[in-house]
């Protein structure tokens, strides 16, 4: 743990200002343990009077995704190669090589440490996306997403995603959905329509072979509706999500380059989804 600001502050501040000054000195020493957590985590103090540019918020919203993974996936425990493999995989669908995955596999590290800043980081990520929701929505999706990609969530892992978005500033209900957003999205790969277009031959002969009932019911979940909703409302869902998580309004939003491949997969989910449900329903 780091405590050897606090240590310090509180020496020298009772040895200057007697119990009165060993509290300031707590305080201050509270706040440089904090900055150095912060920096062993990826991020960087600005200058005095300017603020991180554009380029170095990309940075911190990329390195802390990473931290985080690491730190959702030591929840379980002990960290298992699975875990180290999901997280590869993680760094492939993003085609990071060299430096990049470097920096990605070192965080990835930091965050498995047991002091990790946690709720520290989060509070930076949200500095460093502004705040913006589509962001901030991405950043919890990414989550969820490496912590389901061997198709189920530990309760622990679950306990800290809840901290992951509880700190992002969403609520219990907007998690569970996403949840279960991401759980549909994870079967209706499987089934076949996580890749090109739905209306393609290879995509059809999958949509043949599999459930067509539960491929549907599947369909509605990843766009976040109920079963029996009616056109308008899928339209209006499909249109809300589109637009949430395009790539190009995402990027110009600040959402790091090296994410642009993740972006599209998901924009690409959702359009398959949509273009199942009204292959099936007729849906204009």
Do not use: C
Not at 122 to 128: A, D, E, G
Not at 135 to 158: K, V
Not at 174 to 201: K, V
């Amino acid at each position: 743990m780091h405590i050897f600001g606090k240590i310090l502050g509180t020496f020298f501040g009772f040895l200057f200002g007697g119990p009165f000054g060993a509290l300031f000195g707590l305080f201050l020493g509270h706040q440089f343990d904090k900055a150095r957590r912060l920096s062993q985590a990826g991020f960087q103090s600005s200058p005095f009077g300017s603020g991180p540019s554009q380029a170095q918020k990309q940075e911190e919203f990329f390195k802390a995704a990473f931290a985080v993974m690491g730190h959702v996936a030591k929840a379980k425990g002990q960290v298992t190669r699975q875990e180290i493999q999901l997280a590869s995989t993680m760094m492939d669908r993003m085609n990071l090589h060299g430096e990049q995955r470097l920096a990605a596999q070192e965080a990835f590290r930091l965050g498995k440490s047991s002091d990790f800043p946690l709720d520290e980081v989060l509070k930076r990520v949200k500095i460093s996306s502004g705040g913006r929701f589509d962001l901030l929505q991405f950043f919890l999706e990414l989550q969820i997403s490496a912590a389901f990609a061997d198709g189920d969530i530990h309760p622990s892992e679950r306990e800290v995603l809840h901290r992951v978005a509880e700190g992002l500033g969403f609520s219990i209900q907007q998690l569970e959905q996403r949840l279960r957003m991401q759980e549909a999205a994870f079967r209706f790969q499987q089934g076949g329509f996580g890749g090109a277009h739905a209306g393609g031959s290879h995509q059809s002969g999958n949509w043949q072979q599999a459930s067509a009932a539960s491929q549907l019911s599947t369909a509605y979940n990843v766009l976040g509706v109920d079963e029996n909703a009616d056109a308008k409302t899928v339209k209006r869902a499909h249109r809300k999500l589109m637009n949430e998580h395009h790539p190009d309004k995402l990027m110009a939003k600040g959402l790091p380059p090296e994410m642009m491949n993740v972006a599209k997969e998901k924009s690409q989910e959702i359009q398959n989804a949509y273009d199942l449900i009204k292959k099936v329903k007729g849906f204009k």
